[in-house]
């Protein structure tokens, strides 16, 4: 027999390892075992391995509903759409700031109704040295709805399930807080309880867009040469192993591939980092996601599209997600046994008192919700997700992307950083760092003349030749007859004269080379720099 197609579905409000473990102990029964279950966080997804006729897609979705979370069956796309109604997109921001403005109203309405700040605090708490004002309740209750609206039904779902969590944990303390007149303790832990999540599920929808963003830098359409001479543009995930398609000069190369004819400077910072373009001719290898520069390129493909270096690095990065820094891991266990026993612990303060040594019934309620008000978690639950985000944010401000919070602590523990190639960490984008006039020539003289041939250039070398020469005032007139060189450099006229711009390996085709320019450049070359050369037919220039 053989094994079921996997079926997909999207689930709203899943975006983090908590969600995950509440959906395996409710599908997981349905379906036969929790093997059967697969999630990926980063996309919204539950793949389930089970026969769609012995567990039909509705019950899927009705047991995703009953878990206080949306789902719906997964459609090709749907993991970079917006959601589809403005709620979805924004609700939980604007319960968040709800929660938030009602809170800071409810306390200025407390203290302006009261006197004054000390008076609202009271000696006793905010609560309790007199009445908290109608006007300051209205507030606070709208504060602590919109703070626990979305956390409501996983609180639910977990006391049906007589599995305590952090949400039922919350929630208690929250009505605990309003039980024994503590209205701005309530709303306050309402508001940061709802502000923990919403960054949380601000850090998974920035993770979305930026593997989005990775996904975004193949093109979806590959042009493809026919046996016949002529070219189509099909699908890049159509185009099988083996066959030959065309780049031209400027596009992004869509697959990974061997080059079959032509040579041209690609731009492979996109995946390798690498700033300085690398030349390719027949036979060189090139990603898909990288840039062609200004030859046309044929290029056999050597991997399916979903087997592309980009789609593995893509996917490491969504397999990244999903693994929880370390903190992170940690306050889950803690919440796992520390909840279960704070409720346990005010349920027995609630009750052996006045079962077993008299004490009043009213005395020990409003003592076991105060135990679980002070013992609620939430500057620990919160100060995990925040500082995480707040580190992610900070790198992506810098232009780095991080991976996820699992890689923002290992740098703590880091004792030694070792760098490969030539030990650089290059800025990613080229500058003149020397120039080497030879034959009688000057600097100014030797700029204006590789200035000239690099004027027409989009070359990345050619941009910061020319921005070196515009630094100094150096006037630079284009060259004329100008061509390039595929792949080796460019050719064209200054003030009458012929002159020719390459790298060490064309000066060395050209049969210019003496041992003492050869050894200035390999010097260079070993000091991770990239030479530029130029020359007329009888000399080399510097």
């Known amino acids: 027999m053989s094994d079921p197609v996997p079926r997909q579905f999207k689930i709203r409000g899943m975006d983090c390892a908590e969600e995950v473990a509440i959906l395996k102990r409710e599908i997981g029964p349905l379906v036969g075992g929790e093997d059967r279950l697969s999630f990926d966080i980063l996309k919204a997804r539950m ?8 567990v039909p897609d509705g019950m899927i979705l009705q047991a995703v509903e009953r878990t ?7 459609k090709e796309g749907s993991e970079n759409a917006e959601p589809a109604g403005l709620w979805q997109r924004w609700g939980r921001t604007a319960l968040t700031a709800v929660s938030g403005l009602a809170t800071l109203g409810g306390f200025a309405t407390h203290a ?9 605090f009271g000696s006793e708490g905010a609560g309790l040295a007199h009445a908290v004002p109608p006007a300051a309740k209205i507030l606070y209750t709208l504060a602590i709805l919109a703070g626990v609206w979305t956390v409501l039904p996983k ?5 049906r399930r007589l599995r305590p969590d952090m949400n039922l944990l919350m929630t208690v303390a929250v009505l605990g807080a309003v039980a024994i007149g ?24 920035r993770a979305r867009r930026a593997v989005a963003a990775l996904m975004d830098l193949a093109p979806q359409m590959a042009r493809v040469r026919r046996p016949g001479g002529g070219e189509e543009e099909v699908p890049a995930e159509q185009v099988e192993v083996g066959a030959v398609f065309v780049v031209k000069p400027g596009e992004r190369i869509p697959l990974d591939g061997r080059v079959v004819s032509g040579a041209s400077a690609v731009n492979q910072a996109p995946i390798t980092g690498e700033s300085v373009p690398a030349d390719k001719a027949a036979g060189a290898e090139v990603f898909a996601g990288t840039i062609n520069g200004d030859g046309a390129l044929e290029i056999e493909s050597t991997r399916r599209a979903e087997e592309s270096t980009l789609a593995h690095i893509i996917r490491m990065v969504e397999e990244a997600q999903s693994r929880r820094a370390p903190s992170e891991q940690w306050v889950d266990r803690f919440a796992r046994v520390y909840t279960p026993a704070v409720m346990a612990l005010a349920l027995a303060v609630l009750v052996v008192p006045p079962l077993f040594f008299g004490g009043s ?3 020990w309620i409003y003592r076991a919700l105060v135990l679980l008000v002070i013992a609620c978690p939430c500057a620990l639950v919160i100060s995990t997700p925040v500082s995480i985000v707040a580190a992610l944010a900070a790198a992506a401000h810098s232009g780095v992307l991080v991976k996820g919070g699992l890689f923002v602590e290992i740098p703590a523990r880091l004792r030694a950083v070792a760098l490969d190639k030539t030990g650089t960490l290059t800025w990613g984008r080229p500058a003149v760092v020397e120039v080497v006039p030879l034959a009688g020539h000057d600097e100014r003289e030797l700029l204006q003349r590789v200035g000239a041939l690099e004027a027409r250039s989009e070359h990345p070398l050619a941009r910061a030749i020319l921005a070196y020469a515009k630094d100094r005032g150096i006037d630079v007139r284009p060259a004329d007859d100008f061509q390039i060189l595929q792949g080796k450099g460019a050719t064209g006229r200054f003030d009458g004269r012929e002159y020719w711009l390459g790298s060490h390996r064309y000066l060395e085709e050209r049969g210019q080379e003496t041992p003492e320019i050869h050894e200035r450049l390999e010097a260079m070359s070993q000091a991770g720099r990239t030479a530029v050369v ?3 037919g009888e000399h080399v220039c510097g």
């Open 182 to 205: 503590e209205w701005l303790e309530g709303a306050t832990v309402a508001f940061l309880f709802a502000l923990s999540l919403a960054l949380e599920s601000w850090s998974i929808g």
């Open 361 to 363: 019934w009213d005395s």
């Open 534 to 536: 130029v020359g007329t």
């Open 47 to 54: 793949t389930l391995a089970a026969p769609a006729g012995e």
């Open 68 to 74: 206080g979370m949306g789902a719906q069956v997964w």
């Open 155 to 159: 609180a639910w779902f977990s006391l």
């Open 112 to 120: 302006g109704l009261a006197g004054g700040l000390a008076e609202a």
